[in-house]
C-alpha cells in the first residue's frame, strides 16, 4: 500500500509533538515546514523544509507538485498569514486541512490581566510612569515599545531580535520554561510588568503561574482572528487520529 503524502506546517510544540508521531510510520509521508526565522529550528527526523510558500499560488503550486492532498496546519496562533494562505491554498486545490489549534489561557483566581489585541496597545497599556517591563512576545514585534520609551525592558526570545527599544536588556531562552527559573527571572530583574501573546498551551504557562505568584501584572495580548476552519483539533494525539481517516 502507498503512502500518505503530508504537509506539517510547523514551528510549534504541537507540530513537533506531531512529526514524532509520524516518523517511521510508513503509512504517512510527511513534509514538515517552517517558515525559516529561527536561526536553529527544532526538526524531526522527517523530510523538512523551510522558507515561505510565495503566497497563496505558491503554496498551491507546491501541493500539486508534490501530489499533496493533505494539510496540518500546525503553526502558532499568532501567524495569521500561513493559516489564511493555507485555508485558501486547501480550497483552490481541493486539499483536505486540519487546524491544531491549543485553546488560549484563562484567567484564573489571582490573576491580573489586561487584555489588549495589538502590541501598540500593550505598549499603551503599560502607562506613562516608568516600569521594569518583561517582554515575552518573541523577537519580531518589539519596535511598537520604541512608543514608550520611558520603560526599561527585559526582552526573552528564541534568537536575539534585529530591533528593540531604547532601554532594553535582551535574553535567549527556548522553552519549555520551569516555574522556579521564571520566579527568578521576575526576581532577579525586579519586574513590575509583564506582556506576552496568548499563545496557550504548557511549555510557557510557567510564567502565568510566576506572575500570579508574586503580584505582577500581566498585559496579555490576544489572538489575531484565524480563518474558520472546519476540522479543528487541540493536540498531536488528535491530529493523528484524524490523519489515520487517510490511512
Ligand atoms: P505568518 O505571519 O503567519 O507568516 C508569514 C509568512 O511566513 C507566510 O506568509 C509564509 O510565507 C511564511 N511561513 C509562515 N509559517 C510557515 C511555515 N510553517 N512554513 C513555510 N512558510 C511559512 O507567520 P509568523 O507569525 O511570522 O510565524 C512564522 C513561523 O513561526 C510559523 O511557522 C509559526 O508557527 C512560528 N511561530 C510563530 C510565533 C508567533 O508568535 N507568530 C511564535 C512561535 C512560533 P509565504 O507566504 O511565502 O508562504
Redesign the pocket.
Do not use: C, Y
Given at each position: 500500500m502507498s503512502s500518505v503524502n503530508v504537509l506539517i506546517?510547523?514551528?510549534?510544540t504541537e507540530?513537533m509533538q506531531l512529526a514524532r508521531l509520524l516518523e517511521g510510520d510508513a503509512r504517512f509521508q510527511a513534509v514538515y515546514?517552517?517558515?525559516?526565522?529561527?536561526s536553529n529550528p527544532r526538526l524531526p527526523n522527517l523530510i523538512c523544509?523551510?522558507?515561505?510558500?510565495?503566497?497563496?499560488e505558491?503554496?498551491r503550486d507546491w501541493l500539486a507538485a508534490n501530489q499533496c492532498r493533505i494539510i496540518v496546519d500546525?503553526?502558532?496562533?499568532?501567524?495569521?498569514?500561513?493559516?489564511?494562505?493555507a485555508a485558501r491554498a486547501a480550497k483552490l486545490s481541493g486539499a483536505s486541512l486540519l487546524a491544531v489549534s491549543r485553546p488560549p489561557w484563562r484567567a484564573v483566581a489571582g490573576d491580573c490581566w489586561q487584555s489588549v489585541t495589538s502590541m501598540a496597545e500593550a505598549a499603551r497599556a503599560l502607562g506613562d510612569a516608568p516600569k521594569r517591563v518583561l517582554l515575552t512576545?518573541?523577537k519580531?514585534e518589539l519596535a511598537a515599545f520604541c512608543r514608550a520609551p520611558q520603560h526599561y525592558y527585559v526582552s526573552r526570545s528564541v534568537d536575539l531580535p534585529e530591533q528593540h527599544p531604547p532601554h532594553c536588556e535582551c535574553i535567549t531562552q527556548r522553552g519549555p520554561f520551569r516555574l522556579e527559573d521564571e520566579l527568578a527571572l521576575l526576581d532577579d530583574y525586579s519586574i513590575e510588568v509583564m506582556v506576552t501573546?496568548n499563545?496557550g498551551g504548557s511549555a510557557a504557562q510557567p510564567k502565568l503561574e510566576a506572575a500570579r505568584r508574586r503580584r505582577v501584572p500581566v498585559v496579555m495580548v490576544e489572538r489575531p482572528p484565524l480563518p474558520g476552519v472546519a476540522e479543528q483539533v487541540q493536540d498531536a494525539e488528535q491530529a493523528l487520529r484524524w490523519l489515520e481517516r487517510y490511512a
Open positions: 506546517l510547523g514551528g510549534t507540530a515546514s517552517v517558515a525559516g526565522r529561527t523544509r523551510s522558507g515561505g510558500f510565495g503566497g497563496v505558491g503554496l500546525a503553526t502558532h496562533p499568532f501567524a495569521g498569514q500561513i493559516s489564511h494562505n512576545i518573541g519580531l501573546k499563545s
